[in-house]
């Protein structure tokens, strides 16, 4: 982790980072995906992983390299295409932390290290030690681990941002980057503070008279809630606490009518 940047030519940060990336979706099997472009997407991966953090500024942007890179690997794009992506993403990241040797992260002692973004490349040493450890089952471990309470609710937050990096992870057979997924969940404060909590969830009744609805009838309720009438437009996501509470109460008080 904290590598200085790479020669385009360096393939054997593929194996220091071990980077592997599996079938693109099912769904997709359009010309240009080959044994090359998987090279050149593996290798672009395993430079992002070890010489970036997850935010590329100190507000907690995300950096989007590797979704950008699977994404049109996934449709077929050239190798030159990926390494125009990759130049294009990498002036503005910020570079990863070094491990800090004194800090040794454990299943039990996760909640003590999480929401402090210094901690990212020892919870991703953490979580590829445990998808290893996994064996075959390594998805449904990566799984637990982001359902586990402690971890769920960060995860969730950031717009979700680490739930999208563990499809990414999942949907291309990737240990490393869904590493990467369940790291990021645990450097994130979260966004939303009861939402996403076990109370939260154990309150929610399926069976309730008003369960069912539609999407559109839940947002026509929505619309007229005056806490949401009352609220403000703020461009600056999170820059608003009153908002962001308010966001948050409106949300919980809905989500149970969605089934």
């Given amino acids: 982790m904290a590598e200085h940047s790479h020669d385009d030519s360096d393939y054997s940060v593929v194996d220091r980072a071990r980077m592997t990336l599996g079938h693109a979706p099912a769904g997709l099997y359009l010309p240009g995906i080959d044994g090359a472009t998987r090279r050149e997407a593996t290798r672009l991966c395993a430079r992002d992983y070890l010489e970036h953090h997850v935010f590329f500024n100190n507000r907690g942007f995300h950096n989007h390299l590797n979704h950008h890179l699977l994404a049109v690997f996934a449709l077929g794009a050239p190798v030159k295409r990926l390494q125009d992506i990759f130049d294009l993403h990498k002036g503005m990241q910020r570079p990863s932390y070094s ?75 990737s240990k490393a980057i869904t590493a990467t997924a369940l790291a990021q969940a645990c450097v994130h404060s979260s966004s939303f503070k009861s939402m996403f909590s076990r109370d939260t969830v154990a309150d929610m009744n399926p069976d309730s008279s008003d369960s069912g609805l539609s999407l559109m009838q839940i947002l026509d309720r929505i619309r007229k809630d005056p806490l949401a009438v009352s609220m403000e437009f703020n461009p600056v996501p999170y820059s608003n606490s009153s908002i962001t509470d308010s966001a948050e109460k409106l949300a919980t008080k809905y989500t149970k009518y969605w089934s």
């Avoid at 402090?116 to 919870?123: G, I, S």
């Avoid at 982001?146 to 937050?157: E, Q, T």
């Fill in 99 to 173: 491990l800090e040797s004194d800090v040794q992260i454990t299943a039990d002692n996760l909640a003590d290290y999480v929401s402090d973004e210094r901690h990212y490349p020892n919870f991703i040493k953490f979580f590829q030690g445990e998808l290893e450890a996994a064996g075959e089952g390594w998805k449904t471990a990566a799984c637990n681990y982001f359902m586990d309470p402690r971890v769920f609710p960060l995860g969730m937050s950031g717009i979700f941002h680490p739930l999208i990096q563990l499809g990414y992870g999942l949907e291309f057979e």
